[in-house]
């Protein structure tokens, strides 16, 4: 398929912007069937503004939740990213890779 150069207007601020050949054919090539609404520039505005809102990246956007515990191998007071459960062993990250290392062999 032969694609021609495309003026389209931003839904955001409205300034006429090309939608090129070579964008065509790249939307076309990832299976992408809709013309994009906004403006180089509204679209990079937006992708930070989503970013802001989650909290950056990783973790889905959620700023990970530690809790207080106490290692069961060296007794040394750590935070771990899981909610610590009565009679289950919680490690520091120097013990856990030591225990991990242990079972592994």
């Known amino acids: 398929m032969s694609y021609v150069d495309k003026t389209l207007t931003c839904v955001e601020c409205g ?3 090309t939608f090129s050949a070579a964008e065509q054919e790249f939307f076309a090539g990832r299976g992408l069937t ?3 609404k906004r403006c180089p520039e509204c679209r990079q505005a937006r992708k930070q503004q989503r970013r802001e809102e989650r909290g950056g990246w990783g973790s889905y956007g959620r700023q990970r939740e530690m809790h207080d515990a106490v290692c069961a ?3 040394k007071e750590c935070q771990v990213p899981f909610e610590p459960r009565e009679g ?3 490690y520091c990250s120097e013990c856990y890779a030591k225990v991990r ?3 592994s062999v």
């Open 15 to 17: 300034v006429e912007f």
């Open 73 to 75: 191998e060296c007794g």
């Open 34 to 36: 809709n013309e994009p």
């Open 88 to 90: 289950r062993p919680v």
């Open 101 to 103: 290392d242990r079972n």
